[in-house]
């Protein structure tokens, strides 16, 4: 997975004047643009298109300050107009074209990445891979932000607008792996941009041929891979943890790769103020090609 992203990170410096397209580097490299772009936000901490755009504005700083016209620059750089160029420029270095010819700076320049995999050895993940057959999940859905670190406060309003006895109607539902009550999140932007929406489910697992009462929500999942991480401690910051983790150390050192799919949490136990949980972190996988 490092070489496959090192790969994108040499194609984004050879085109930063052009649409990268993804999907067909993708291909080229054998992994899909799915786990390409999950892959290299979690690793890197922001979305692929976030570092395109660093990138772009680093470069295009060298041109501004060379007096070359801006709307010369804005074309080079993809960008339609020098308004486009202005508001581009001002995001990644604070200031605008304008001002750095007056004043010289300040710049926030981006570097070109480089990954490589550092093994520690000195800790495991608790992992187990499970091919599932078709099943549903059922329960109450809302469009939430997405949140990296600490609790999200609109998940947590959207699990207390429920009543109490609605929690027992769905865990009486349950009738398939993973097991009790479950925290589904959906659609997520492939970039794991953080304030995207996603769709939250607060439900359960159940049986394809299980019926489903009306006033639910579904999410239809069909059969595949999983694979299925344990994690104990504080919570939510141990599962927050986990999903780094894999990204950074199980996924380049195992034949599997993300495929589109819900990633879903079960609690398996956890203290009565919910300050620690033991969790399992259910991810979507297929092996590589």
């Known amino acids: 997975m490092i070489s496959e992203l090192n790969g994108l990170i040499d194609e984004v410096?050879?085109?930063l004047a052009e649409d990268l397209d993804v999907p067909a580097l993708a291909r080229r490299l054998g992994t899909t643009e799915y786990h390409l772009r999950r892959m290299f936000s979690s690793l890197v901490?922001?979305?692929?298109?976030?570092?395109?755009?660093?990138?772009?504005?680093?470069?295009?700083a060298a041109d501004v300050l060379a007096d070359?016209?801006?709307?010369?620059?804005?074309?080079?750089?993809g960008y339609g107009s020098t308004e486009a160029l202005n508001r581009a420029f001002r995001a990644v270095h604070g200031i605008s074209p304008a001002e750095l010819r007056q004043h010289g700076g300040p710049l926030r320049s981006q570097p070109q990445l480089r990954l490589r995999l550092t093994i520690e050895?000195?800790?495991?993940?608790?992992?187990?891979?499970?091919?599932?057959?078709?099943?549903?999940?059922?329960?109450?859905?809302?469009?939430?932000?997405?949140?990296?670190?600490?609790?999200?406060?609109?998940?947590?309003?959207?699990?207390?607008?429920?009543?109490?006895?609605?929690?027992?109607?769905?865990?009486?539902?349950?009738?398939?792996?993973?097991?009790?009550?479950?925290?589904?999140?959906?659609?997520?932007?492939?970039?794991?941009?953080?304030?995207?929406?996603?769709?939250?489910l607060h439900g359960v697992a159940i049986d394809r041929a299980t019926a489903v009462p009306d006033d639910l929500d579904v999410i239809d999942v069909p059969a595949g891979s999983w694979v299925v991480f344990r994690s104990?401690?504080?919570?939510?910051?141990?599962?927050?943890?986990?999903?780094?983790?894999?990204?950074?150390?199980?996924?380049?050192?195992?034949?599997?790769?993300?495929?589109?799919?819900?990633?879903i949490v079960a609690v398996i136990d956890r203290a009565e103020d919910f300050r620690t949980a033991t969790t399992e972190l259910w991810m979507p996988i297929e092996r590589q090609a």
Do not use: C
């Open 13 to 15: 410096e050879v085109r």
């Open 45 to 60: 901490g922001m979305p692929l298109s976030e570092y395109v755009r660093r990138r772009r504005m680093t470069v295009a």
């Open 68 to 77: 070359v016209p801006l709307l010369d620059v804005a074309v080079r750089y």
């Open 121 to 200: 050895g000195h800790s495991t993940m608790d992992s187990r891979i499970t091919d599932h057959p078709p099943f549903r999940l059922v329960g109450h859905a809302a469009q939430v932000p997405l949140i990296h670190q600490g609790v999200n406060p609109h998940i947590q309003a959207h699990i207390a607008s429920l009543p109490l006895a609605e929690h027992e109607r769905l865990k009486q539902l349950s009738d398939s792996e993973p097991a009790g009550l479950l925290q589904v999140s959906a659609d997520v932007d492939p970039d794991f941009t953080e304030g995207s929406t996603l769709t939250y």
């Open 232 to 263: 104990s401690g504080p919570y939510p910051e141990a599962l927050q943890e986990t999903y780094a983790a894999s990204a950074a150390d199980w996924f380049p050192s195992n034949p599997w790769r993300l495929r589109e799919g819900p990633s």
